[in-house]
Nanobody, 121 residues
Framework: VQLQASGGGLVQAGGSLRLSCAGS????????LAWFRQAPGKEREFVAA????????VYGDSVKGRFTISRDNAKKMLYLQMNSLKPEDTANYYC???????????????WGQGTQVTVSS
């Protein structure tokens, strides 16, 4: 499994940004794909996850109601739509994939490179 994240950038507070993650390799049917983020000096934090086959989603408390995770089966693309962005959302965002394991922990076996999101106040 290979993952490639993109779409980061600089945005003003209150703005929106959409991250993309291109997947390749294994079929994702039985996988969970997720977004995590890590700000400087902080631990990597769970953002959102989606069970690829059934489409069930889970969100971290800090992004509920503002972020939406989705996927495109045919294109093997994972997305993170981020609305109402806040300066505290500034971080390096990573996409990740796993076949088994808790959804919101760092047990994912496959990681893409990060894409930087900076939210200015």
């Amino acid at each position: 499994v290979q993952l490639q994240a993109s779409g980061g950038g600089l945005v003003q507070a209150g703005g929106s940004l959409r991250l993309s993650c291109a997947g390749s390799g294994h079929s994702f049917r039985s996988y969970t794909l997720a977004w995590f983020r890590q700000a400087p000096g902080k631990e990597r934090e769970f953002v959102a996850a989606i069970r690829w086959g059934e489409g069930r989603t889970v969100y971290g408390d800090s992004v509920k109601g503002r972020f939406t995770i989705s996927r495109d089966n045919a294109k093997k693309m994972l997305y993170l739509q981020m609305n109402s962005l806040k300066p505290e959302d500034t971080a390096n965002y990573y996409c990740a994939a796993q076949s088994l394991g808790p959804i919101n922990t760092l047990t994912y076996g496959y990681w893409g490179q990060g894409t930087q999101v900076t939210v200015s106040s």
